[in-house]
């Protein structure tokens, strides 16, 4: 049954052409480039159209991998294909593993507290989950590699890929739960001052440390870095020809550099040029 017809599961000629058009995401971030007004995290704002972090990242994150195996299941019948390939469903799977954490596990389970999102950025973050799985779930269920033979070529490839990405998701995981450790060490902190003063806990929301700790000592944005090391993993394994896991990883850079780089100015006024020092942005030594 299509939930959207023609769209979800996409058509041939959908999807082809959300494909392309999602090819052209980073013109739409040059505004990122214009302006400092991003309410999200760091620089979250109040504002009635506010949405609570943690659930704000659950559901503007969660559509994204079910998107993509609600195509998976659905597509390959329509098409009358029997069985997809195993590099399918390894990317399939990858790119699931990687959102049960961002999507449920991150927020829901294990950070402490997340700044309010603005109505805007989750409708965009949104619209970015369905654009990406659309275009990745079209390609892994039926309008791209459809048999063994197919990923014949691959293979090399696909293996190193899938090392990259492993150990990039790892590093993506330490990173956040580095910054993760600053607000759990606050409130231990603020645990043991109340129980002392009887005075109640202040709370760790909008608590920020310079974080130090792995490629901290380096750039700002460990976790984006490893987040990019990841998709461009994802990519190999595809191909140099997947152009929808190309798209995923430029896409994703071309949104999140503007990000670390308006965060690295925030953390300079917060911290000081000299509490910061020569540590970049987000790729080490470089940016
Ligand atoms: N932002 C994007 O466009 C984007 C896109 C794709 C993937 N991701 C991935 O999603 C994850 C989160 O991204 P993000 O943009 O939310 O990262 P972020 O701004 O660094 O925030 C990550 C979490 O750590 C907290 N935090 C950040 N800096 C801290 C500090 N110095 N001290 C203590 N706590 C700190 C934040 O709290 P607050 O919320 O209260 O600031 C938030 O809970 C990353 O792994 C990233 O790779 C992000």
Redesign the pocket.
């Known amino acids: 049954m299509a939930i959207i017809p023609g769209i979800l599961p996409p058509s041939l000629e959908n999807w082809q052409l959300i494909e392309w058009a999602w090819r052209f995401f980073p013109l739409f971030t040059a505004v990122q480039w214009l302006t400092d007004w991003y309410p999200?995290?760091?620089t979250?704002s109040s504002s009635r159209l506010n949405i609570p972090?943690k659930w704000a990242w659950f559901t503007m994150e969660a559509p994204g991998f079910i998107i993509l195996l609600y195509i998976m299941f659905t597509l390959p019948t329509k098409l009358g294909i029997a069985e997809l390939p195993w590099g399918n469903w390894a990317m399939a799977g990858m790119f699931t593993i990687h959102y049960l954490y961002?999507a449920i596990a991150a927020p829901l389970f294990l950070?402490p507290?997340?700044?309010p999102i603005h109505l805007l950025v989750w409708f965009f973050a949104l619209a970015w989950q369905f654009a990406n799985a659309i275009s990745l779930g079209g390609w892994l269920a039926g309008y791209g590699p459809i048999t063994a033979y197919d990923w014949k070529g691959q293979l090399y490839l696909a293996e190193i890929g899938m090392i990259i990405w492993g150990w990039s998701l790892l590093g993506?995981i330490y990173h956040?739960d580095d910054?993760?450790e600053?607000?759990r060490a606050a409130a231990r902190r603020q645990k043991r001052e109340a129980e002392k003063s009887g005075q109640p806990e202040e709370g760790v929301?909008?608590?920020?440390?310079?974080?130090k700790n792995g490629l901290f000592q380096f750039v700002l944005?460990a976790?984006?870095f490893c987040?990019w090391m990841e998709w461009a993993g994802f990519w190999m394994v595809g191909g140099w020809n997947c152009t929808p896991a190309r798209s995923f990883l430029l896409n994703?850079i071309a949104?999140?550099l503007p990000?670390a780089l308006q965060?690295r100015r925030w953390y300079v006024e917060k911290f000081g040029a000299d509490k910061v020092g020569n540590r970049k942005a987000v790729i080490p030594g470089l940016l």
């Open positions: 999200q995290g760091k979250s972090g961002r950070n507290s997340m700044s993506n956040d910054l993760r600053i607000r929301d909008k608590v920020y440390m310079l974080p944005y976790h984006y987040e994703e949104t999140m990000r965060g």
